[in-house]
């Protein structure tokens, strides 16, 4: 029962630290989107380079980011219905990762594949860990893929949002 709860702990901290990777991500986009609707022309260099090259093709980038990265911090009490396609698929070889642990079909299944054995005293208890673990782990999934394409909707905007104006200076 140790082994279990030490598992539920590790895999609370990878929910922290996805939390806290996405407070810093939208703190990001949101100074992003400031300079990129900034009334000011006279900006510095490094900065006025965040508006990008298009100014729709990187707004629009950063607010769908921004989407993305707000619903990965909407609180979300039973992950097991909602937005599942968010994540990622692998075959569930270590049941230590997270990712992994989110894979499997159940929590029943996650635990038999541990090898813990515990008495039949606490059964009961270590099932409910078990589908503490479970469900944090497809939480703390979903909020690193949500991260991942709100930072691929943000990088690939602002890539994009230069074509525009790479464009007429390649071919004159």
């Known amino acids: 029962m140790t082994e279990l709860t030490e598992i539920w ?3 609370g901290s990878y929910n922290r630290y996805a939390e806290t990777k996405l407070a810093f991500f939208i703190g990001l986009v949101v100074a992003v989107l ?3 609707n900034s009334a000011s022309s006279q900006l510095p260099e490094p ?4 508006r990008g090259g298009s100014f729709i093709v990187t707004n629009v980038g950063a607010s769908i980011s921004l989407i993305f990265a707000l619903i990965a911090v909407m609180p979300d009490l039973d992950p097991s219905r909602r937005l599942t396609w ?3 698929k692998r075959k569930p ?3 230590y990762f997270f990712i992994s642990v989110a894979n499997y079909p159940t929590s029943d299944d996650w635990l038999a ?4 054995t515990v008495s039949d005293d606490e059964r009961p208890r270590a099932q409910m860990l078990a589908e503490q673990v479970y469900i944090n782990a497809r939480i703390a999934a979903r909020k690193f893929h949500l991260l991942r394409y709100a ?3 943000l990088g690939g905007a602002w890539c994009l949002s230069w074509i525009p104006a790479l464009i007429p200076a390649c071919f004159p």
């Open 9 to 11: 702990m590790e895999i």
């Open 34 to 36: 400031s300079v990129i």
């Open 47 to 50: 900065i006025a380079l965040l």
């Open 86 to 88: 968010f994540i990622p």
């Open 93 to 95: 070889d270590n049941i």
């Open 113 to 116: 594949a541990t090898g813990i």
């Open 151 to 153: 930072l691929l909707a």
